[in-house]
């Protein structure tokens, strides 16, 4: 064999290496994609963002309930029948949901602030959800009594006299039962609160 056919014979195997090194490295490249791609789908599957139903979760919160439809979570009388309320007749215009109302067992009795007058309270709330809000409202109600005191006690003697004064009054109990519940059930749903009484010594 000459020299010139030896070298060739090198150059020949020495390229035939460099492109089995590259085909290598182009072979480890795609199997870390597929590998990834895959991980990256069973990551997708996993948390449900790929596959459709298989780990999604219910919707468990309270839902509006329309005028005529029946309320699942209605609060049973102690006959254990529905309440009466689920049995009314709605009417067919205004508001399309129909409203709870929830009535507050004791009056609030609280002084005002920075005055020696009191003021004594009934007060309901409504709510256009299904009926585990008023199961709530009831569960809740002690918790629901001490922010309503704490609210009393901090509104000025110039605010239960007046009717915008009276309407923040109302803003600032509301949001402060939904608060309640939304720390303890994780959902409000309290509409508005009534004065069934108002009375200032």
């Given at each position: 064999m000459s020299d010139k056919a030896a070298k060739d014979g090198a150059n020949d195997g020495g390229a035939e290496k460099k492109s089995k090194g590259k085909l290598g490295l182009i072979l480890i490249g795609v199997g870390m994609l597929v590998l990834g791609g895959g991980g990256a789908a069973f990551a997708l599957v996993a948390t449900g963002m790929l596959g459709g139903h298989a780990n999604k979760q219910e919707d468990n919160r309270p839902q509006l309930?329309?005028?005529?439809?029946?309320?699942?979570?209605?609060?049973?009388q102690e006959g254990g029948e529905a309440d009466a309320a689920a049995s009314d007749v709605e009417g067919?215009?205004?508001?399309?949901?129909?409203?709870?109302?929830?009535?507050?067992?004791?009056?609030?009795?609280s002084n005002?602030?920075?005055?020696?007058?009191?003021?004594?309270l009934s007060l309901a709330c409504s709510t256009r959800y299904d009926g585990r809000v008023l199961q709530?409202?009831?569960?809740?109600?002690?918790?629901?009594?001490?922010?309503?005191?704490?609210?009393l006690a901090d509104t000025p003697e110039n605010d239960v006299y007046t009717i915008d004064g009276k309407a923040r009054l109302q803003k600032r109990m509301t949001d402060a039962i939904n608060?309640?519940?939304?720390?303890?059930?994780?959902f409000g749903g309290v509409d508005n609160v009534y004065f069934r009484n108002f009375i200032i010594q």
């Open positions: 309930i329309r005028k005529g439809e029946t309320d699942p979570y209605a609060p049973k067919d215009g205004g508001d399309p949901y129909r409203t709870a109302y929830y009535t507050f067992s004791d009056d609030f009795t005002l602030k920075d005055s020696d007058s009191m003021i004594q709530w409202l009831k569960k809740h109600e002690l918790a629901i009594r001490s922010s309503m005191l704490e609210i608060r309640v519940l939304i720390q303890k059930e994780g």
